[in-house]
């Protein structure tokens, strides 16, 4: 009887636990927001899609360009005519007679001013579209660094929690025969100090990982709390692949340059064109009436001529401001011609250079450091090495790991360097100088979350400045701004 009461008692138990699960997931399920249920993995493509079209300062430079636009026509219109009409009263009949006036005027503009004028409207339209396409590829190569950094983060994240699995495991493996005083009670202590440090180092990793989804948010135009999800990044093949030649012809930058010169020009020829006047002409009517009868009606034509009497205040100054202004974009357009010719060669030996990381890291560094940390966690299960010893390799593989992931994304940011811009804003450059070595033990976290030696194995330097010619970095991402990766955007 007590058996049987006993499992009663269990029985019931275990469908209380049951029934509890099953409405613990059923709530959960039934209050997690559908999009964190049923949403697809986030693409770079798909991201950059959503940040073109719901950016605004992407959207806010596009409507300026726009706006230009429909101001060209209005710039070459002729001035709107001046119509008056009046009453004069005539001294004469005993103040009984009064005569009606009418007047109308016109000013004609001397031939090449409105044209002239329409071309200055057209050209700043035409360099703000170039602008606009300036701002695009910054917002694009800006969201294309965070959604990679994003990526990376999750990685160490990963790492981290697979490096204290790796922990956790080896000490379950000496707590057998444990016994306080010997090596094992010394390995126990030791793997709680560094799952101290890996939770701490976890930490950091979620706080830059709340800051970079914010971030994502931010460049596409949603809340910042919204859920990110997971970010699903597909690298090719580089065995074969060989670097894009920049098309330096089409840089929105350079062809700003070229609508400024364009514009300088024609202002310089209105300048000039403004020491000839313009014409006046004025039609005159007028009816004498009274109380007892109507006088007959006049009329009259009149030509007239605004004088550039101050043609030394004004349309002097002018001319001399519009060539001083046409020679200043032609330098300009040469510094950032040379510029781009010295980014381009310095971008495909990025992409080079990244590229050859990746093929060294793929085919000798990862396997090697795989076989080492098999051997190293074989040799300390047989007491051969110290636990400090097996984390030393378990600590360079995990960097290792980061290491290639980053010379990965290195070759991503170099294609669209080539690609979408050469040098603004300023592209990191992440691919390691060397891979980290085995024996140190001394550890440093790195600048993008990896654990990094002393050997200095990611640079994460700010890449080229960019020549630009506007000083305003994209509207909520100032370049000063640290991204927590090791030095800023």
Known sequence: MRESALATIHRAHVMNVRQLIYVTFFVGFTFMPVNELFAEPLTLEVFLSQVRSGNPELQSSKLRAEALWQRIEPAGALDDPFVAAGVDEVPFRGGDAYMRQYQVSQSIPFPGKRAAKTA????????????????????????????????????????????????????????????????????????????????????????????????????????????????????????????????????????????NVIQAEEEQALAELEYFPDFVIQGMAEQPKSRTMMGPSNWGVMVGVNVPLYFEEKQAPLASAAIKDKSASILEEKKIKNRLDTEAIDAKKQFETARDVVALYKNEVIPSTELAANSAKIDYIARRISLTQYLDVLKVQRTQELEYLAAQ????????????????????????????????????????????????????????????????????????????MGGGM
């Not at 699903?232 to 350079?254: A, C, S, T, W």
């Open 120 to 259: 200055i409207a057209e050209s700043r339209a035409l360099s703000a579209n170039s602008d606009a396409e300036t701002s695009k590829r910054e917002v694009t190569v800006l969201a294309t660094q965070v959604f990679y950094k994003t990526y990376y983060n999750t990685k160490a994240l990963e790492l981290n929690d697979k490096l204290k699995q790796l922990l956790q495991s080896s000490v379950e493996s000496i707590k057998s025969h444990y016994k306080t005083g010997d090596a094992n009670h010394h390995d126990v202590l030791l793997a709680k100090v560094e799952t101290s440090i890996l939770d701490i180092e976890r930490l950091r990793l979620l706080r830059e990982q709340k800051i970079l989804d914010a971030l994502l948010n931010e460049l596409r135009n949603l809340p910042a709390t919204t859920t990110v999800g997971t970010l699903d990044v597909q690298f090719p093949n580089y065995d074969l692949q060989e670097p894009e030649d920049p098309d330096l012809k089409n840089q929105p930058e350079l062809k700003a340059l070229e609508y």
């Open 409 to 484: 994304i290195d070759v991503e940011l170099a294609r669209t360097r080539l690609r979408e811009l050469l040098s603004a804003p300023p592209i990191l450059k992440l691919a390691p100088t060397k891979p980290s070595l085995f024996g140190t033990s001394v550890m440093r976290g790195g600048g993008m979350g990896a654990a990094e030696t002393v050997s200095d194995t990611v640079s994460m330097g700010r890449g080229m400045s960019g020549p630009t010619r506007k000083s305003r970095a994209p509207s909520g991402m100032n370049e000063n701004r640290n991204f927590g």
